[in-house]
């Protein structure tokens, strides 16, 4: 088994003590998340314009100058800079990362992340696998929007699901659009054969039983989260 890849953490190496407890205050915040898809998309060289789209300007700046403290990234000429970290090509493992402090910070649990394990027949790769209230919990996380999301993602989900028995399985969309419009439908067409019912719980936080979870972060992640775990914890469910 092999988990918690560092290296792709877009985290410098000669970081201070109290690096990761800012690092994950400002996760919470999905302009920041937003911002970070952007700088690692442009990562050999950016200005503040490329990093507009979704976040405003004040913000980027304030953005920039967090990183450039804390030496995540360097200014190169002008107003261009670049990631330091040579070995990040995606955001995906960072958020992988700040959802299994969730589970550590937030629930008291013990958690992995970037999971690979040997030998399973739907791939074995876990982005999160917890521990909490002597059960299990497997959280799927994807940071791209749900326009690039794929229904085979869905169905490797819940075979993976299905796979490592956990008592809990959440998929997280790391986005504040509506669920209903493509990633739901996903997962309706994937277990209507087996006569199952996805539910909406609340606003875009969605169940299959008190097993299967879907949500987007819109509240933010740490509520939906918590939303998730409480709903399992309180419907009797125990596998």
Known sequence: MAANPRDKLFFPKDRHNNFENEIYEILKKYSFRIF???VIKNRKSFCVDDLMKYVSREWVETYINFLL????VENIKDDFYRLNKKSVFS???????????I??????????????LRGGKSGGD????????QRIAYIEVKSSPPANVEEKEIVSFLERSEELAPSLAI?????QLRMKD?????????????GLVVKRLREEIFGIGSKVYITNSKR???????????HHLTSGSFV
């Open 36 to 38: 970070m898809r952007d």
């Open 69 to 72: 403290e804390r030496n995540i």
């Open 91 to 101: 955001f995906g493992e960072t958020l992988e990362w700040f959802v299994a402090q």
């Open 103 to 116: 589970f550590e910070r937030e629930f008291s649990s013990t958690a992995m992340w970037g999971v690979r």
């Open 126 to 133: 876990y982005d999160v696998i917890a521990s909490f209230e």
């Open 171 to 175: 998929f997280l969309e790391d986005t």
């Open 182 to 194: 493509k990633i739901v439908p996903f997962f309706e067409n994937a277990v209507k054969e087996k």
């Open 220 to 230: 933010d992640v740490v509520s939906n989260l918590a939303f998730c775990v409480k």
